[in-house]
């Protein structure tokens, strides 16, 4: 059995060092209401690097020395529970291990016949919930405004510009390479994609891109580009501040133009997005997501690395925007 | 008669030099339903230098060589109009003139009975409907929450922190001078006031004032002082964006602490707020002002300047924080 801990709170960007490899041999035992897992999909997120850092955050930080936890896929090796039986797939925050003894509390059943496994850790799960519901929630589209996404090519991005389609918005997209913007346009809907790499004036390229102006901001990533979108915001406009991937490895406090005159002159809105926040939605948003993947309104990108020892790798690789879509990996 | 136009749009702090001052001998004929108003006071306000730059705001720029207007409680001196008699006071958005003609339109009658004439320019004009809907309707304040407000000595920041105590509130103000601070505490009723001017750590004195952490900032003042109040802001907390005073002279975009990340991990809201924007509310908020207002439960300052000359002064004088509540020129 294998276990993968937290050895160091990373200083900056994470490294592989950071994390201490464990190899047991034990036969681990379970008792009535309990069940074996075996895990299957390891979901690795941006927002885990927030829990790395010992600090106040809407989450308790990873304890050092301990697993660290992210979404899991597992399935039900041994069962001594009434509901969950073997063969049964279980997905829900469990730790970095190859199996590991549950009672299945905070645990949802997932069919592998309505979906690939995978995307119970995407699209059916937490990323697809963000991206839904961060949109709806804060958001509050109305058909025929203008949205912008930024880390668009990436997991909750990609799906927050097809369901912008969907509800009758015009969406631009920012990604990282000319090969993700062209995946924005050409498999996932959207009307425009901008590459911040190669764009010397995001300003103007974002004005360009957006004559009337922005409604809707989905932001994923803070920084510069964020800078760069308050200059077209609306009256009204509604910012959902989901992540800030670009500034998570910062050691410095990071400055950036102030928003609030932006805010100020625009009667714009500002919030902090925690899909948690929202789990009496959870159900209502799943039936919805669900509902378009079958209609073939909604697709996603999946990177998937293979192998347990990897998931540092492909954790710190997000950072680098190696993946497209949902970084899982298979174990 | 006189009138005072803009004559240049200021760079940085604005000066008397980019007023011009016209006088002319002229007699106002008024038609059927038009009144003749005699300015008695003027309200000079931050936001009006939002108003003298040439750009893109929730209200139109003036234009050059025109009268620079601003709230004014005028008496009527001639009337032709069904409702408006002469020796009725009026309210609202007018030139900076010592007489004009006016259709009434936009305007409210006052009664110099019921409050100081100055008042309608004050808390219960634009300002304390601007601290009331400001803190109730973005706010949302409970009983209990610890709120901080910023130009706390200020105009709306003033009653911002009497309505918090009305409504159970920890209130903290800060304000610019030591008078200041103690005027809050004495006649304004915060439980702590911090100057920032004689604070070196104004992030350590905020966690200080307010060891439960902020729940609702209402902020003035925008800045260094708004970056420190983020480190201490809670879960769900609501940061009103009300105005931006230590940034509107700036000639610079000016460069602050990066919101997002506090607002994503505290899964905050900031929200820029217009008072023009909640006009259906005005009339309730109005008498709801009032009723505190006679059961002594408000109370107010005035920094009253005299003469029509002194209007450019006296708003100039604002972005010293030369005022001590509502600036109003006394013609």
């Known amino acids: 059995m294998k276990t993968i801990l937290l050895k160091n709170r990373p200083k900056g ?3 592989v060092s950071d994390f201490e490899f464990v190899e047991e041999d034990v036969a681990l035992d379970i008792t009535d209401g309990e069940v074996l897992l075996e895990t299957v999909y390891v979901s690795v997120d941006p927002y885990l690097r927030g829990r790395m850092n010992d600090s106040k955050s809407y989450v308790p930080p990873f304890e050092l020395n301990k697993p660290v936890q ?4 597992a399935k039900v090796v041994a069962s001594k529970h009434n509901e969950h039986k073997e063969g049964d797939y ?5 730790d970095w291990k190859t199996q590991q003894v549950s009672t299945g509390e905070g645990l949802n059943k ?8 995978s995307a119970y850790l995407g699209i059916l799960g937490m990323t697809g919930l963000t991206a839904y519901l961060g949109l709806t929630e804060i958001g509050k589209p109305k058909a025929g405004e203008t949205l912008v996404v930024s880390g668009a090519a990436g997991a909750v991005g990609s799906v927050v510009g097809q369901i912008g389609k969907i509800l009758g918005l015009k969406v631009i997209g920012i990604a990282g390479s000319d090969e993700k913007v062209d995946l924005l346009k050409t498999k996932f809907g959207f009307d425009e994609g901008i590459n911040y790499n190669t764009t010397e004036d995001m300003t103007a390229a974002i004005k360009e891109a957006a004559p009337d102006g922005v409604d809707i901001y989905f932001d994923n990533v803070g920084g510069p580009i964020s800078d760069a979108v308050l200059f077209s915001i609306n009256r009204f406009a509604r910012i959902i501040i ?11 406090l990071p400055k950036s133009v102030s928003v609030q005159p932006f805010l100020v002159k625009n009667s714009a ?7 948690s926040n929202y789990a009496e939605k959870f159900p209502e948003a799943i039936k919805q997501l669900a509902t378009w993947l079958g209609e073939e309104k909604l697709t996603y990108s ?3 690395v293979e192998g347990f020892d990897n998931i540092p790798q492909a954790f710190i690789d997000l950072f680098d925007g190696k993946n497209k879509g949902k970084m899982v990996v298979k174990i």
């Open 269 to 275: 809105l500002m919030q902090g997005f925690i899909v």
């Open 302 to 304: 999946e990177t998937i």
């Open 70 to 73: 992210s979404g899991i896929v």
């Open 110 to 117: 997932v069919d592998p016949n309505k979906a690939p496994l």
């Open 90 to 94: 279980l997905s829900g925050m469990l």
């Open 242 to 252: 989901c992540g800030a991937i670009s500034v998570y490895n910062n050691t410095e």
């Open 13 to 15: 960007k994470p490294s």
